[in-house]
Structures are given as structure tokens and as C-alpha cells.
């Protein structure tokens, strides 16, 4: 099979979620291969809206996404990065030095 893409993906098994409807919506999904602009997801059924955002929480990572193929539960995205960075986690009460 001959490699399409620009950039080749890394395989990963990443918690990543899905959020649509202005953010009022969300989802959680495995992220199996990624890359700056594209990745392939898993969901626990075959039903995704076209466009959302996508975060890889692990990678500090967020993206608009674009459902490029559907096969199953798994779908291919391109993404657009998201300039601004992601809120970090807010620390336990005990790391908060109380």
C-alpha cells in the first residue's frame, strides 16, 4: 500500500475527546495514529458529526477536526491546529500547597 500522506503518523492508544455543538456535546475516543494535521480515531459506534474539535489531552494537543473516511467506528480526520493552548489541569487540593 503506498503512504499518502504528507506526514507519516505515529501509532498511539491515547484518550482523546471529541467536542461539537458549541461545546455543549462531547465524547471520548482512542486516538490509534496521530500527527500535527491528521489522525484516526476510534469510537464505541459508527456515528460522528462531520466537524469538531478534538483534544489529546496527554499531548496538550487541540485541533479543529474534519471527518476525512469513515470505516466502521474508525475515522479519518484532518486537522487544523488550535493556536491557543489548553487550560492545564488544575492540581489536587494536596499539590496546591495548603
Not at 4 to 19: D, I
Not at 63 to 77: E, I, K, N, T
Request: proline residues 6%; glycine residues 8%.
Amino acid at each position: 500500500m503506498t503512504e499518502r500522506r504528507a506526514v507519516s503518523r505515529q501509532r498511539t492508544y491515547l484518550k482523546g475527546v471529541l467536542s461539537f455543538q458549541n461545546g455543549m456535546a462531547s465524547e471520548d475516543c482512542f486516538v490509534r495514529n496521530f500527527a500535527a494535521r491528521g489522525a484516526q480515531i476510534e469510537l464505541a459506534h459508527p456515528h460522528a458529526p462531520e466537524t469538531f474539535e478534538l483534544r489529546v489531552h496527554a499531548r496538550g494537543f487541540r485541533a479543529a477536526a474534519r471527518v476525512a473516511w469513515r470505516r466502521g467506528v474508525r475515522f479519518g480526520l484532518t486537522l487544523e491546529p488550535i493556536a491557543t493552548a489548553m487550560p492545564a489541569p488544575r492540581p489536587a487540593a494536596r499539590d496546591e500547597g495548603y
